[in-house]
């Protein structure tokens, strides 16, 4: 069925949005202000998701896209809106989420750009496959599907990961290694995950394995040493299906850690752990979060960082903190969050390697108190009841950032009904050309 309609924004998830006639349509690469003609594909849940069958009118934000694999690859939804808009609808993303989903109604202050629109991601995941014509192939999923496209240029990945990747899938070929089918848990090579630190400008080239056995990486790690200089080479050993990087791990070559530095504070950043992924958009991340503890005057304080990683925020505010204690479940992370203190003398932290809920759950039954909390989860959220437990802990207030609205507005609103209130909330652009947005909110305790 065709229908013409006029794509009134973006919602989460990347769509261009219409109401027209009571429908709901859900369109494809479509631009915010696009007046389109559409094909609907399928129906769900009275969602008529659509692709645009002609752009009738384009919106004056369409612009040309900077990639080939522009609506084939499932990596970038918005490459071709202008920048501008990209930030006011992701604004407009938070603010709707808000309301949406948990009836708060708040301000939502504009998206905080990122310094670079391309080249800004400090890690890509790329996987191997193999083609119907039976040909090694090196990229990135298919957009809806389980399929790997072959990337040869990625605009959002920074310059060397284009010509590393490139490099690897010729050696790999050359080689004849065999490539990991999830279907039949048969083969080898699974992943090419590339980091790169913006500070040091180091690369990080990591091979991750479905087994322990790769007999021709000593020779594809010397290639790479001699075309890419001062490259570090990991090899990652990882049985798992779910989840892309992790495991045990062996540093080929180089340092086997990736450093950043922030401020004059420097980070130690091991293969498998995590790393926000846009090095200037987590500078002025930092200096937001310090601009308010600043003012908090905090140095007889405490802070709990959840959900510490490397202990990225623990470290670089301990020293406005009398002590500090950071938790994350990753034991190697842990074991960098420790040395971070370390290398930058910070003496007044803690770091605990343990289950963020089991952790908390004991502090509450032997009564301790913060003054101010960090928490940083993962997609999914707070875990069910981690909201009350904390929300009974902390004395001033809570930092939540998040990487999804969605639960994002969930877990604000049940902070709402333990008596917090929320002071502000700041998007991030962590992932331009995407639908993707960080946010900071700061919420404090209502003095009752
Ligand atoms: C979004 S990252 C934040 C890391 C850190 N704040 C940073 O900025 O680098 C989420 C972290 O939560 C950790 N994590 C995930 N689930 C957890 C859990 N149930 N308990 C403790 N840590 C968890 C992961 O290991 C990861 O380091």
Redesign the pocket.
Same mark, same amino acid.
Do not use: H, M, N, R
């Given at each position: 069925m065709k229908n013409n309609i006029f794509i009134e924004k973006y919602i989460y998830s990347g769509y261009g949005f219409s109401k027209y006639n009571n429908e709901i349509y859900f369109v494809e690469n479509a631009c915010p202000g696009d007046f389109v003609e559409i094909e609907e594909q399928y129906e769900k849940k009275n969602i008529h998701f659509s692709k645009i069958s002609m752009i009738i009118e384009p919106s004056k934000h369409r612009r040309k896209p900077m990639c080939d694999y522009f609506t084939v690859c499932g990596g970038c939804q918005w490459l071709n809106c202008d920048y501008e808009e990209q930030l006011n609808q992701k604004t407009n993303i938070v603010q709707e989420q808000l309301k949406r989903l948990s009836s708060i109604e708040v301000e939502v202050d504009k998206t905080i750009r990122s310094n670079s629109q391309y080249d800004y991601r400090a890690k890509m995941e790329f996987a191997f496959s193999t083609n119907e014509e039976g040909e090694i192939v090196l990229g990135l999923n298919q957009r809806n599907s389980n399929n790997i496209i072959d990337i040869e240029n990625c605009p959002i990945s920074p310059k060397p990961f284009d010509k590393i990747k490139n490099v690897v899938r010729k050696l790999v070929k050359e080689y004849d290694v065999p490539i990991y089918d999830p279907k039949t848990k048969k083969g080898m090579l699974k992943h090419l995950v590339l980091r790169k630190s913006f500070s040091s400008n180091n690369v990080m080239a990591i091979f991750i394995t479905h087994t322990e056995f790769f007999p021709r990486l000593k020779d594809i790690k010397a290639q790479l040493v001699k075309i890419f200089n001062g490259i570090n080479v990991i090899h990652v050993m990882n049985s798992s299906d779910k989840v892309t990087l992790r495991g045990p791990y062996k540093s080929l070559t180089g340092e086997g850690v990736l450093k950043e530095e922030f401020d004059g504070f420097n980070f130690q950043i091991p293969p498998t752990s *995590? *790393?926000?992924n846009n090095y200037y958009v987590t500078g002025k991340m930092l200096k937001y979060i310090l601009e308010y503890y600043k003012k908090e005057k905090t140095s007889n304080t405490s802070l709990l960082d959840l959900? %510490?990683?490397?202990g990225? *925020?623990g470290n670089y505010f301990a020293p406005l903190f009398k002590q500090v204690i950071g938790?994350?479940?990753?034991k190697l992370?842990i074991k960098a969050a420790k040395a971070n203190s370390n290398i930058n003398n910070i003496k007044n932290t803690t770091f605990i390697a343990a289950?963020?809920?089991e952790k908390i759950l004991e502090f509450a039954e032997k009564g301790k108190k913060f003054d101010y909390v960090i928490v940083? $989860? $993962?997609r999914a959220g707070l875990?069910n009841k981690l909201v009350g437990i904390l929300s009974k802990m902390v004395e001033k207030s809570i930092i939540y950032i998040s %990487?999804n609205p969605s639960t994002l507005a969930r877990d604000l609103k049940q902070f709402q009904d333990e008596n917090f209130k929320i002071k502000s909330v700041q998007p991030f652009d962590m992932f331009p050309n995407t639908y993707h947005v960080e946010t900071v909110v700061i919420l404090e305790r209502i003095e009752i």
């Open positions: *995590f *790393f926000q959900y %510490c990683g490397v990225l *925020f938790i994350d479940y990753t992370s289950d963020a809920k940083d $989860p $993962p875990e %990487c």
